[in-house]
């Protein structure tokens, strides 16, 4: 059974960077790449970016840029995103989703992270 | 970027009726579409991929078409375990964009 297991939610300050992860397990990590979706409260989806772990590529979302930071460690089966300088627009749930390398169809989907942004 | 214009925003629908949304994408995208299932508190789930092919165990009421910049997605009987917020996605080209979701809603 494919299952992708985020870390918990997050109570950040603004200005301050927030590391989160997703944990692959029941497939092959290097067959599948990794996308992250951000969803902030009471709205619709936002593809953030990629990461293949195969090759170590990402894509990013232009708007995410700068924003977002995507890597992968093959040992453990784990993405990260990274994002830094919070502010209140980055309170939002995101999730992990993972697709074929060859196919780009999100089949499996993390729990979701919460983070939010407060002083 | 590619826009992906979902309708109807919601619908109130009764259990047993046929339901109908549309996505329309600014620019050709194939049969790159695929569309999502979210249930309140929960994470988008795939039902439809390609199009029009259903994922594995999606039951057989729910059904996608379209193609180019056009696509449909139908629930043929609408049971009440259906009620969520459903979304395109097309995935032709980077970013990936999500439509803005139809609500659905009883009665």
């Known amino acids: 059974e494919v299952k992708l297991q985020q870390s918990g939610d997050e109570l950040v300050r603004p200005g301050a960077s927030v590391k989160m992860s997703c944990k692959a397990s029941?497939?092959?990590?290097?067959?599948?790449?990794m996308h992250w979706v951000k969803q902030s409260p009471g709205q619709g989806l936002e593809w953030i970016g990629t990461?293949?772990?195969?090759?170590?590529?990402?894509s990013y979302n232009q708007k995410f840029k700068g924003k977002a930071t995507l890597t992968a460690d093959k040992s453990s089966n784990t993405a990260y995103m990274e994002l830094s300088r919070l502010t209140s627009e980055d309170s939002a749930v995101y999730y992990c989703a993972s697709s074929y390398i060859y196919w780009d169809v999100m089949d499996a989907w993390g729990q979701g992270a919460s983070v939010t942004v407060s002083s | 970027d590619i826009v992906m214009t979902q309708s109807p925003t919601s619908m109130s629908i009764s259990v047993g009726d046929r339901v109908t949304m549309n996505c329309k994408a600014s620019?050709?995208?194939?049969?790159?579409v695929d569309w999502y299932q979210q249930k309140t508190g929960q994470s988008p789930k795939l039902l439809i991929y390609?199009?029009?092919n259903r994922y594995t165990g999606v039951p057989d009421r729910f059904t996608g078409s379209g193609s180019g910049t056009d696509f449909t997605f139908t629930i043929s009987n609408m049971q009440a375990e259906d009620l969520a917020v459903y979304y395109c996605m097309q995935s032709n080209s980077y970013p990936f964009t999500f439509g803005s979701g139809t609500k659905l809603e009883i009665k």
């Open positions: 390609k199009a029009s």
């Open positions: 029941g497939y092959t990590f290097t067959d599948y790449a």
């Open positions: 620019q050709n995208v194939g049969s790159n």
């Open positions: 990461i293949i772990p195969l090759i170590d590529t990402t």
